[in-house]
């Protein structure tokens, strides 16, 4: 590979801790791939990273309006990251729409990097700024550093030899930010270059212009004596290993793949395309050669129906959906109760009711989760704390499922499926094993499906087994042999087992432990899902601070680990800050009769470390 | 799929579970129920390589009263269910078992889909155009104008004709056959059986509660013979008392010709071609009201469409196959590390 750093006379003036970027244009001016390109060359050079994409609901929203308008927030550092981070110190901008939506997003003081040719009369006119005026002129902005460049112009320009159309040509802009700001946090670009020569292997054409106009960026940097501040942020501390960078819903289908090879059970995943779940159904498509049967069903509840067929015949089935989807699977998610059949269900949550947000992130389906089906219906629960716990939570329902024969509800949410962060992935073989447990083949007597051990799990019998012959249904069942029962003792007994069931899977997970601060502090702060970095965060720094509080994080949410209660009953207070109205706080109450405070957000976007801490202040100090 | 390679010894009984039939007497899903466990012992699978799928509504109990494997599930979803079961496994014998409430009303959607699909299963949808489980209302394969309790001036519903949304599904096997008439209920069973591909059976049931005598003129000795015509692939389309009337094809538009009178003979007949897509949509669209037979074509019976099409499970594990052999067996730790990582040390 050729030097891909340009020699550069600019010196380092300032090193940092972390930084926060923010990148916001249209969402046709390549936003996402540009944050996704920095993250990942920051990544590869050591930085801990967190990531947070926000886009329209809409694929092309009208050019140059606020609703048009994408974004992806990156935060890196030397110093351990957990949030995509609460204000940014540097807000990228193509256009007029993108400063107005996203000024408030930037500290006082920070750095504005504005495309000049987006401020126009008709972007300006586009975003609503009263009478056209510029806020690039009026002096609106004294409080920020303004950095003002004709990105479009200096593209145009880098790309004059070359035979492209205008509007191939301005496709490219969105490299020459990067490349400037790669000299900006002194980047190598070569990561940048590997990535735009396997895109764009069949045209190279494209390689040469996307490579010429990052480098133009860069120099732009180097060369012009306007800016001569460039930022060191050094790798961060982080345990020794290999690392990768993984998002979310990525780290998700990993996981189901590591958990089918490591239970020898082939894998059927039948889904329905809906935002934000699909990413999972596109990346377990691509690995068929894993033995992955992957099926776009004709809507969400053949999705779910097809994966309880795939699971009777011996397959783990898994379907993945979004709120709307998921209301949708109700019915069939009883039926896979009342059948003991392994089944894995995602629901990646975004904002509701209904249609809602559906590019938003939110946590309002965990009731639904656990409570959302006709009859008494129990179905375990467990939700990821970020991108890369997916891979273990995703696992961790395979093992559920099967081992305790029992439909598994997985919650993630598009906050941390789209999210990105490091991951210290496993080697194959530390990864546990999954025993099904297969009746391979028959006995003396005659078999009785809904015989179960003494964990109270039924034996997994699939078709083509000699012997093993038997019906099973959605009607009630007599204990033991499966046979219709419509007797009154019998299904008070195996509504019952089937909650006994669930329920004894509490000795089967791990027992909770406290993720940063002592048992009897003050304030507990107890968080379930996507809250986790925010939380984190937050607690580190008050913890700094000598504040008397500590944070436990669930995954296991029904049933719950079985020390949760006593561990809970040693906190003063327990504050539940999640993006719903108030669902986990219910449960907390419900269960164990803990007076726990909620502390609510449903913006569509998640918590702040800020909030939290804001939020926790108020408690500690009252 | 262990298939015998000697004759089979099995007898129809042993496809009986040890269920008792709960049906009402005199129900026409009786004779379904007997008809397809005689063919069992013929088809050459072994009890343990069949499923029975069904969803709810009276035929939806069927899986119960065979002793092979058998899911009674949720209401209209079987043809799903069965489409993940024949994925995860395709060298099983699939059976789909569903009546026209379930399949064609809240089931109507998995239906099409499994037919474009084409799953080598067997789907047996029982139509007696009528509710029976929830005690008798229309459904929609109901005439317009039944009353029911739903409809106590009638219904205004336009009704399916269940094999003409089958053909607009591009189903590979349309066949229709009745409870009344076993031995060509078992002949088309065996066909469909054959047929590697989504085969649709719609079965003529009589619901003898709640829509007693619903195809009465295709079944009764006095009026079966001028009101149905029972095809069979390469023979011209005869039907009638002793065979008296024929049917012609002029153009696209079937007519009904008399035998006797001398201007007509068998050779001026149509003949039947079940390869022939569009003769196919004709005999399909041959659906007059069974009040006027005597003034519309008759009711046919038989397999009208069968096409060779490479099945779903096969094209899905072909391309597992391929995946396989173009990129290797997946190696976990390969996909785990991706292609960027660094080490920190």
Known sequence: ?622 | MSVTTEKPTRSPKDFSSDQDVRWCPGCGDYSILKQVQSIMPEIGVEKEDIVFISGIGCSSRFPYYMNTYGMHSIHGRAPAIASGLKSANPDLSVWVITGDGDALSIGGNHLIHMLRRNFDFNILLFNNEIYGLTKGQYSPTSPSGTITKSTPMGSVDHPFNPLALASGADGTFISRAMDRDPKHLREILKDANDHKGSSLIEIYQNCNVFNDGAFAVYTDKGSKEDSTVFVEHGKPMVFGKDGDKGIVLDGATPHIVDLTDGNYDKHDLWVHDKYDRFKAGVLIRCFDAPSTPSVGLPRPFGVFYQENRPTYEDLLHDQIKNSVERKGKGDLDALLRGTNTWEIA
């Open chain 1, 1 to 622: 590979m050729e030097e891909t750093k340009p020699k550069t006379k600019g010196k380092i003036q300032e090193s940092k801790k972390d930084v926060a970027i923010l990148f916001a244009g249209d969402s046709g001016d390549g936003i996402q791939l540009t944050g996704s390109q920095f993250s990942t060359t920051s990544a590869l050079f050591g930085n801990d990273i967190s990531t947070f994409p926000n886009f329209p609901a809409e694929i092309r929203a009208p050019q140059g309006t606020i609703a048009g308008v994408s974004g992806f927030q990156l935060n890196f550092g030397s110093i351990e990251i957990y949030t995509p981070g609460d204000l940014c110190d540097v807000l990228v901008v193509m256009n007029a729409a993108a400063l107005k939506a996203n000024l408030d997003k930037l500290k006082t003081s920070g750095t504005i990097i504005a495309n000049t040719s987006g401020f126009d009369k008709r972007n300006l006119k586009l975003a609503g700024y009263l009478d056209a005026r510029s806020p690039l002129e009026d002096n609106s902005l004294g409080k920020y550093r303004v950095i003002e460049i004709d990105v479009t112009k200096m593209t145009r320009e880098a790309l004059k030899e070359t035979s492209l159309g205008i509007k191939e040509k301005d496709r490219s802009k969105n490299m020459f930010v990067l490349g400037f700001l790669y000299w900006m946090y002194n980047r190598n670009l070569g990561p940048t270059q590997k990535f735009l020569e396997e895109k764009f292997a069949k045209t190279p054409e494209f390689i040469e212009s996307n490579l010429a106009v990052l480098k133009a960026g860069y120099n732009f940097g180097d060369t012009s004596e306007t800016f001569t501040t460039r930022f060191e942020v050094k790798p961060a501390p982080m345990p020794k290993g290999v690392y990768r960078n993984i998002m979310g819903n990525q780290a998700l289908a990993m996981g189901l793949i590591a958990a089918s090879q490591k239970a020898d059970v082939p894998l059927f995943y039948g889904s329905y395309p809906i935002t934000p779940a699909s990413d999972i159904l596109h990346e377990l498509s691509r690995h068929k050669n894993f033995d992955v049967r992957s099926f776009q069903a004709a809507d969400e509840i053949a999705a779910i129906t097809s994966s309880i067929g795939a699971s009777f015949a011996g397959n783990i089935g898994v379907t993945a959906s979004s709120g709307p989807g998921i209301a949708l699977k109700g019915e069939a998610l009883g039926l896979a109760c009342i059948l003991e059949l392994p089944l894995v269900v995602v629901n990646v949550q975004r904002g509701g009711p209904s249609t809602g947000l559906p590019t938003k992130t939110e946590q309002a389906d965990l009731l639904q989760a656990i409570y959302g089906r006709n009859g008494e219906a129990p179905i375990p629960v467990i939700a990821a704390a970020s991108p890369k716990d997916c891979f273990q939570m995703a696992f961790e329902a395979v093992r559920i499922a099967v081992e305790h024969m029992t439909p598994v509800f997985l919650l993630s949410d598009g906050y941390i499926a789209n999210g990105a962060e490091p991951w210290r992935f496993p080697s194959s073989k530390d990864i546990g094993k999954i025993t099904a447990p297969f009746l391979k083949k028959a006995g003396e007597e005659p078999f009785l499906p809904y015989e179960r051990d003494e964990k109270g799990v039924r034996k997994w019998a699939i078709p083509g087994i000699k012997g093993l012959e038997h019906r099973i249904g959605g009607l009630e069942k007599q204990d033991k042999t499966g046979n219709v029962s419509y007797d009154p003792e019998n299904h008070q007994k195996m509504v019952d087992i089937r909650a006994e069931k669930i329920a004894n899977i509490a000795n089967f997970i791990p027992e909770q432990e406290i993720d940063q601060g002592k048992v009897g502090a003050k304030l507990l702060i107890l968080t379930w899902g996507s809250v986790y970095g925010a939380a984190k965060t937050a607690v580190k720094d008050m913890l700094l601070k000598d504040l008397d509080v500590a944070h436990i994080h669930l995954k296991y949410l029904f049933p719950f680990p079985k020390n949760l209660e006593g561990l809970l009953r040693k906190f003063d207070k327990v504050l539940v800050p999640e993006l719903n109205k108030g669902q986990l706080v219910k449960l907390i109450r419900s269960e164990f009769l803990i007076d726990a405070i909620p502390f609510s957000k449903v913006k569509g976007l998640p918590f702040s470390s800020t909030e939290v801490q804001e939020e926790a202040l108020k408690h500690l100090e009252s």
